[in-house]
């Protein structure tokens, strides 16, 4: 069979699965395991593939039509330009977060740096590494407790050679003084920010992701209660904090920020128009 057929084999496994983008996940699959681009799919000169390689790429297909995400299959994504290696046990980097990247890039635009940073939560070290590719004179900390997550991000680092980014394997629930007051010119987070009762509620491909990385307590807010009142002070004077959140987070996130002497906050939507981002400055 050439790479045209098997893409359209696995096009139609991944529609009877219900996956919501077939036609992208099948080229990405054909990319992946053929080595097989868009303009190759469309080629006249067409080749046939091995069986060994067709067994693969359709064993992967059905995987991925049962729910089980695109990403971990691949084992990279890319992140605002940037590779990152990803597998089970690590948050997948969405470009949704690119919206607390950008609203906390727009802050430090009118700071003068070179920057202290800290990026909370850091999974894979999406955010750092991206922060690090547009601040390389940057000095970006990047703390993570899960051992799995820990582990890609010291590998991402390495693999992006972003020698500005340091790794700590910490707890932000408990670790904030180990830092001194007033140590970063900005704090970043996507934390975990789903109600735990909505864990079982999520779709399938999300279920398969680690609940560590999920799970923001009762109501959501654990995480941004402890940055609120233990990490806010570790800013400077001017400091900016950018949070992912959840779509209907936003008043709560930002009455706790003010609470602890947060200023200026902002609330930035996402593509889809929902409450995706809050931002302030520390006067």
């Known amino acids: 069979m050439t790479a045209k057929e098997i893409y359209l084999e696995i096009r139609d496994i991944l529609i009877s699965g219900g996956v919501d983008s077939p036609e992208n996940d099948a080229r990405e699959l054909i990319a992946r395991f053929l080595g097989e681009n868009r303009m190759a799919l469309a080629s006249a000169e067409a080749h046939d593939v091995s069986d060994s390689k067709r067994l693969a790429v359709i064993e992967a ?31 997948i980097p969405r470009d949704d977060t690119e919206v607390c990247v950008r609203e906390c890039m727009a802050l430090l635009a009118k700071r003068h740096g070179p920057f202290r940073i800290i990026d909370l939560c850091s999974g894979s070290g999406a955010i750092a590494l991206a922060l690090s590719a547009y601040y390389p004179d940057a000095e970006i900390t990047a703390a993570e407790l899960s051992e799995t997550a820990f582990s890609v991000l010291c590998r991402n680092i390495e693999k992006n050679g972003a020698s500005n980014v340091r790794a700590v394997k910490e707890d932000i629930l408990t670790c904030a003084d180990i830092f001194p007051d007033g140590s970063f010119d900005a704090i970043i987070s996507n934390p975990p920010y789903i109600p735990s009762s909505e864990l079982q509620t999520l779709q399938r491909e999300v279920q398969s992701e680690p609940a560590m990385a999920l799970d923001g307590g009762a109501d ?39 609470n602890n002497g947060v200023t200026g906050l902002r609330v930035t939507k996402d593509l889809g128009f929902l409450d995706r981002a809050v931002t302030g400055i520390v006067q």
Not at 71 to 84: A, H, K, N, P, V
Request: include cysteine; aromatic fraction near 10%.
């Open 220 to 258: 959501g807010l654990d995480f941004y209660r402890a940055i609120a009142s233990l990490w806010v002070r570790k800013l400077k004077q001017g400091g900016i904090i950018a949070l992912e959140i959840g779509e209907e987070q936003s008043g709560s996130v930002c009455e706790l920020l003010e």
């Open 61 to 91: 297909a059905k995987k991925r039509a049962g729910g089980y995400p695109l990403q971990y299959i691949l084992g990279s994504w890319s992140f605002m330009g940037i590779d990152l290696d990803v597998c089970e046990g690590v948050l």
